[in-house]
C-alpha cells in the first residue's frame, strides 16, 4: 500500500510536470466524460473549400469589409448609411420622387435616384429590383444587429457575381444561426425615428435557428412625403445533417406604408404606398470530398406594392396653365380641355408586383495547393407587373442564364493569378461574355500588388428597355375623345452598358495600420442615355407631348457615349492601440466623357472628392465612444437630382455597456450630424439637420 | 510475480478500423524491435464480454476506454497498457479498480501543454494572447494551461463555462481578445454539435483554432499535435519490450512519445498564415522541446 501511495505521488509528479494535473480516486460510478470518441472520431467538415474564402492579398479585387464592430460603433440605423465608409461610394437618403423612402447607393458616379449599376446580395440572393434597377433597402428585412459583415467588392466582378456587378458587387451576410443564442431586444427612440427589434436563436443538436422581429418608423426629411413604417420577420436555421451536409433555410416577410409622391407633379401627388414583401430561401452545402464542395441553392421573392393614386383636379391645371399662356391659340386650346375634360381627376392603378425565382448550382474544388477553381450556372426568372409603366396589364418575364468559372492559381508565395468569365443571355440583350484577369504580387507577406482588368456589362432596366408610361384621360370634344401624356415610350433599341476596368491595387501592413490603395480607369462603353422619340397620337386622342420640329416627342434610351472614371481610392484601417481604431478613405474620381454628349451631368454625378473617417475607443470596459466624419464634394446628380453644394456632416456615438446576472447590454446616444449644418443631400428637397436618438440593447 | 509465458492480449473496445489498424502495427513493430517471443491474441470486447481468455497475459492491451475499464478487472497481476484513453478517464477507472500503478498503466490521448504551445509558436510565432475554454471536465487544467504558456511566452487567457448556452457569448469574448483558440478536450465544448459554430465563428474573427485531433482539423482547426497509431504503437512496442525486462513491471502512465502535426493549409491560407509543411512544423517543434 505504501508502494501504491508513493506510486501515485510520482503520477502526480509526472501530471503536474506535463500540466495535467490529475484527480485521482472518484468514487461514483458514473459515465466518463470523455472517451477516445472525443480524439478519433469524425468530425462534420465545416471550414470546407466553398467556405474559405481568399484572403485579401490574394482577391482579384479591391474589397472593403463593414463588420459587426464597425457597423455598432457608426452609430447607423439605416443600411445604406453604412456604405458611407467605402472610399468611392456615394449614399444620398430619400432620393427621387418615387419610391421617395429609399437610398440612392451608387459606386463611381452615374448616380439617379434609383441607382442600378452595383450587385447587391443578401445572402448569395439578388435584391436589385429590375424595374428601375436599385435597391428598395428600406424593404429589405434585414435588422442591423443580424449582420456578420458587408463586403463590398469595388470593380466589376461579373465573373463571380454576375451581369449587373458592374461598378461594384455589395455583398450583405447576415450572422449564421449557429453563432447567436439568446435573446435580444433592441430599442431606438429619436428625433423623427421609433425603432424596436426582437430576436431569439438557438441550437438543437445540429439545428441551428435565429428568428427576428422588427418595427422601423421614420418621419423622414421636413419637406418631403418620405414616411415609412416597416414591420418585418426574418428567420434563418442551418441544420447540420451527418458529416457532409448543410441545409440551410431563410425566409424573410416585410410590410408597411410609405410615403410617396410630390406637391410639383400633377398626377402623382403625396400619397401613401403599401408594400408586402416576402422570400424564401433554401440552400444545400453539400461536401464531396477533402477538397471539393457542392452547393445548391434556390429562392423565390416577391414584392409588391399597393399605390392607387388620385391626381390633383386637372380642370384647375389646364385652367392655371391656360391663364399662363400667351399664345391665343394654345391659350383656347387650353381652356377648351379644361372645360371638356370627362372627368376632374385621374385615378391610377400604380400596383407593382415582382417576382424572382432564381436556381443556382456551384462546385469548388482545389487541386494541389496551387489551383482552387469554382465554377457553375444558374436560371433565373423576373416577372414584373407594373400596368402605369408598361402599359399593360399583362406580367411581363424575363429570363436570364448563366454559367461563370473562376480560377486562382498561386505557383508559389509571391505570386497569385486570378482569371474568370461569366457567359450570360438574358431576354433583353442576348448573349455577353464578361471576362476578367488580375496577378498579386507579394513580395513580403505584408505587402501585396495587384494589376487587374475586368469587364462587365449593366443589363438595361424596364425603365429604359421597356417602359410605355402614359397618362390618359377622357376628353368629350369630338373629333377627340382623349388627352394622353405619353411620359416614356421606349423602343426597346437598348443594349448593354460595357465596362473595362483597369487598375493597379496596393495592400500595406505597417504595424497596426492596414492601407489599400486602388488607382482605376473604368471605361464605360455605350452608356444608356434619355433620348427623345418621335411618337403618333392615337386616332381621337389629343396628345399633349412636346414637340419638336413639328413631331410629338417622348422620353426614350439608348446606348449612346462613352466615358472613362479615373481616380483614386485610398481606405486605412489604423489600430493606434489596443482600445483605439481609425479608420481613414478617400476617394478622387474624375469622370469625362470621350464620346458624344452623355445625359445632363453626367461628369457631375460623383463627387470629385470624398471621404469618411471614423475614431473608435474604449475608454474603459464599459464606455466606448465613436466620432465620425463624412465629406462629400458637390454633385448634380441625374434623374431627379439637383446641383448640392459640399457636404459636411459628423456624428458622435456614447455608448455604455452593462452586465447584471442574466442581463447584459448596451445604452447609446447618438447625434447624426453634430454640427447642424443644413446640408443638402442629392437635391435641393431633402435638407438635412440634426437628429439625435438612443438606443437601449438588452441581451437576455 | 513470475507466472507462465502467455504472450500479449489486444483488448478492443470495438473492432474500429483504428483500433484494427493500432494490432497491425502493434504486430509490425513487434517484428521490427526483433522480439520474436511475444505472440500476441486479439480480443473484440464487442464480439465477447468475457475476458477470461486475457487472464495471465504477460501484458493486456487495452484499445479504448471501454476495453481499459472491463480489463481493470483483471487479476491486478495481469499488467494492463491503456491506448486510446484519455488521462482524466484513465485515473478514473484506476480509482474505482483494485488496480494500482505498476500493473496499470496507459499511453493517453492527451499531448503535453508544452507541445501545444511549440505548436502555437511555430504557426504563430508573433502570437501573444492565447484563448481556452474551460468546461466542468477541463476546468482542472487551467492553472497547468497557463504556466506552461508562461514558458513559451504565451498569455493563457481562460474563460470557464458553467452550461453549454454560455459557449458563444464565451467564445465571442476569447476571440476577441487573444490570438487564437486553443481547443482543450471537454465534452460540453467540443463536440460534434458545437463545432460547426466554433469554427465559423473563429473564422469571421480571423482566428485560428488549435484543435486536439486531426478530424479538428480536417473540420477546419488550422492544426492540432496528434499520434499516430503507427506512433502510439511503436510506443506501446517500447514499453512491452521493457516491462518484459522488468518482470512485467509497467512505468507510470506516459504522454505520447512521438508525434505528429496535421495542419488544414486550406485554412492556413485563408488566415493568411505563412505556409509551413508539417514535416517542418514538427522539426521546428522538436528544436524547442
Keep these: 500500500m505504501n508502494d501504491s501511495r508513493k506510486m501515485r505521488f510520482d503520477l502526480v509528479f509526472l501530471l503536474s510536470a506535463l500540466a495535467l494535473s490529475a484527480q485521482i480516486g472518484h468514487a461514483e460510478d458514473m459515465e466518463h466524460p470523455l472517451s477516445e470518441h472525443d480524439y478519433l472520431d469524425e468530425m462534420p467538415r465545416v471550414l470546407t473549400v466553398s467556405r474559405l474564402k481568399q484572403s485579401v492579398a490574394d482577391s482579384p479585387s479591391a474589397v472593403t469589409v463593414i463588420d459587426r464592430e464597425t457597423i455598432r460603433a457608426s452609430g447607423a440605423v439605416d443600411l445604406p448609411e453604412l456604405f458611407r465608409l467605402v472610399p468611392g461610394m456615394y449614399v444620398g437618403a430619400n432620393a427621387g420622387f418615387v419610391y421617395n423612402t429609399n437610398h440612392a447607393v451608387s459606386y463611381h458616379g452615374m448616380t439617379n435616384a434609383y441607382p442600378g449599376n452595383m450587385q447587391v446580395l443578401v445572402n448569395g440572393r439578388s435584391v436589385y429590383t429590375p424595374l428601375f434597377g436599385g435597391v428598395k433597402w428600406s424593404e429589405l428585412p434585414v435588422a442591423l444587429m443580424d449582420i456578420e459583415r458587408i463586403e463590398v467588392t469595388r470593380g466589376p466582378n461579373a465573373a463571380s457575381y454576375g451581369a449587373n456587378a458592374f461598378f461594384a458587387t455589395i455583398n450583405i451576410i447576415t450572422q449564421n444561426p449557429t453563432e447567436v443564442s439568446g435573446s435580444t431586444a433592441l430599442l431606438t427612440h429619436g428625433n423623427g425615428r421609433n425603432e424596436a427589434f426582437y430576436r431569439h436563436a438557438g441550437r438543437v443538436d445540429g439545428f441551428a435557428y435565429r428568428a427576428t422581429v422588427g418595427y422601423r418608423q421614420d418621419d423622414g426629411f421636413d419637406r418631403r412625403d418620405d414616411f415609412k413604417r416597416t414591420r418585418f420577420l426574418n428567420a434563418q436555421t442551418d441544420y447540420q445533417v451527418g458529416l457532409n451536409d448543410n441545409l440551410e433555410f431563410e425566409i424573410g416577410l416585410t410590410d408597411g406604408e410609405r410615403g410617396d409622391g410630390t406637391v410639383e407633379d400633377l398626377i402623382l401627388r403625396p400619397h401613401s404606398t403599401q408594400v408586402t414583401d416576402y422570400h424564401g430561401l433554401v440552400r444545400w452545402k453539400h461536401r464531396l470530398s477533402d477538397t471539393s464542395d457542392l452547393q445548391v441553392q434556390a429562392y423565390h421573392s416577391r414584392e409588391r406594392t399597393d399605390d392607387t393614386v388620385t391626381s390633383a383636379s386637372l380642370k384647375d391645371y389646364f385652367l392655371g396653365e391656360a391663364a399662363q399662356e400667351t399664345n391665343p391659340v394654345k391659350k383656347a386650346t387650353l381652356t377648351a380641355i379644361a372645360t371638356h375634360l370627362g372627368i376632374d381627376n385621374l385615378i391610377i392603378n400604380n400596383d407593382v408586383v415582382s417576382e424572382r425565382s432564381d436556381i443556382e448550382a456551384q462546385h469548388t474544388f482545389t487541386v494541389g495547393d496551387s489551383l482552387r477553381a469554382v465554377w457553375g450556372g444558374s436560371i433565373r426568372q423576373d416577372t414584373m407587373y407594373a400596368p402605369l409603366y408598361l402599359g399593360t396589364k399583362k406580367t411581363d418575364a424575363f429570363d436570364l442564364q448563366r454559367i461563370f468559372g473562376h480560377l486562382e492559381w498561386r505557383p508559389n508565395r509571391m505570386w497569385t493569378a486570378n482569371a474568370g468569365a461569366m457567359l450570360e443571355h438574358n431576354d433583353f440583350t442576348g448573349t455577353d461574355l464578361s471576362p476578367r484577369a488580375s496577378l498579386n504580387f507579394k513580395p513580403s507577406p505584408d505587402h501585396t500588388i495587384r494589376l487587374g482588368v475586368s469587364s462587365a456589362l449593366r443589363t438595361p432596366n424596364y425603365i429604359e428597355k421597356k417602359f410605355d408610361w402614359k397618362y390618359t384621360a377622357p376628353l368629350v370634344a369630338a373629333p377627340y375623345t382623349a388627352i394622353m401624356q405619353q411620359k416614356i415610350a421606349d423602343d426597346g433599341y437598348v443594349d448593354a452598358e460595357r465596362i473595362v476596368s483597369r487598375e493597379i491595387g496596393y495592400l500595406g501592413k505597417f504595424g497596426g495600420m492596414h492601407m489599400d490603395v486602388r488607382l482605376f480607369s473604368d471605361r464605360l462603353m455605350g452608356m444608356i442615355k434619355d433620348r427623345d422619340r418621335v411618337i403618333t397620337a392615337p386616332v381621337g386622342v389629343l396628345l399633349l407631348n412636346r414637340q419638336l420640329n413639328g413631331s410629338f416627342v417622348a422620353d426614350s434610351s439608348a446606348n449612346s457615349g462613352d466615358a472613362m472614371a479615373e481616380g483614386i481610392e485610398l481606405q486605412t484601417d489604423w489600430k493606434l492601440s489596443a482600445d483605439t481604431r481609425f479608420l481613414f478613405n478617400y476617394a478622387f474620381v474624375h469622370i469625362r466623357e470621350t464620346q458624344a454628349s452623355l445625359k445632363r451631368n453626367f461628369t457631375k454625378s460623383m463627387p470629385e472628392h470624398s471621404l469618411s473617417m471614423m475614431l473608435t475607443h474604449r475608454f474603459d470596459e464599459n464606455w466606448d465612444g465613436t466620432f465620425a466624419y463624412y465629406q462629400v464634394g458637390k454633385t448634380t446628380q441625374l434623374g431627379d437630382g439637383d446641383p448640392v453644394d459640399l457636404v459636411r456632416k459628423s456624428d458622435l456615438r456614447i455608448a455604455r455597456k452593462f452586465k447584471q446576472a442574466n442581463l447584459g447590454g448596451e445604452v447609446s446616444f447618438v447625434v447624426e450630424n453634430l454640427f447642424n449644418s443644413h446640408y443638402l443631400e442629392f437635391a435641393d428637397y431633402n435638407e438635412a439637420k440634426r437628429r439625435a436618438r438612443i438606443n437601449l440593447k438588452l441581451d437576455f | ?289
Design chain 2, 1 to 289: 510475480m513470475a507466472q507462465a509465458f502467455t504472450g500479449i492480449t489486444i483488448v478492443m473496445s470495438a473492432p474500429t478500423q483504428t483500433n484494427k489498424a493500432f494490432v497491425e502495427e502493434f504486430k509490425h513493430e513487434l517484428v521490427n524491435s526483433n522480439n520474436a517471443a511475444y505472440k500476441v491474441k486479439v480480443v473484440d470486447l464487442g464480439e465477447s464480454e468475457k475476458l477470461s481468455v486475457a487472464e495471465n497475459s504477460d501484458l493486456v492491451i487495452a484499445l479504448g476506454v471501454k476495453a481499459l475499464e472491463v480489463s481493470s478487472k483483471l487479476k491486478p497481476s495481469t499488467p494492463v497498457l491503456g491506448v486510446f484513453t484519455p488521462l482524466p478517464v484513465f485515473n478514473d477507472i484506476m480509482g474505482k479498480s483494485d488496480r494500482m500503478l505498476g500493473n496499470f498503466s496507459a499511453i493517453v490521448l492527451d499531448q503535453p501543454y508544452s507541445r501545444q504551445m511549440a505548436l502555437v509558436k511555430t504557426m504563430l510565432p508573433e502570437s501573444k494572447n492565447l484563448g481556452v475554454l474551460l468546461g466542468s471536465t477541463s476546468l482542472q487544467y487551467g492553472e497547468g494551461l497557463k504556466d506552461e504558456g508562461e514558458k513559451t511566452g504565451l498569455h493563457v487567457n481562460t474563460e470557464n463555462l458553467a452550461q453549454e448556452s454560455d459557449l458563444i457569448p464565451k467564445l465571442n469574448q476569447v476571440l476577441q481578445a487573444n490570438d487564437a483558440l486553443l481547443a482543450v478536450p471537454d465534452p460540453v465544448i467540443y463536440s460534434r454539435e458545437t463545432v460547426q459554430p466554433i469554427l465559423l465563428t473563429s473564422y469571421r474573427y480571423q482566428k485560428p483554432v488549435f484543435g486536439f485531433s486531426q478530424s479538428y482539423v480536417k473540420a477546419g482547426a488550422l492544426a492540432a499535435v496528434y499520434s499516430t497509431t503507427a506512433q502510439l504503437a511503436k510506443q506501446a512496442v517500447e514499453l512491452a519490450n521493457k516491462s518484459q525486462q522488468s518482470q512485467n513491471l509497467l512505468p507510470p502512465p506516459q504522454v505520447p512519445k512521438y508525434f505528429s502535426v496535421s495542419i488544414n493549409q486550406q485554412v492556413a491560407r485563408a488566415l493568411n498564415i505563412p505556409f509551413i509543411s508539417e514535416d517542418a512544423a514538427v522539426k521546428k517543434m522538436l528544436q524547442m522541446e
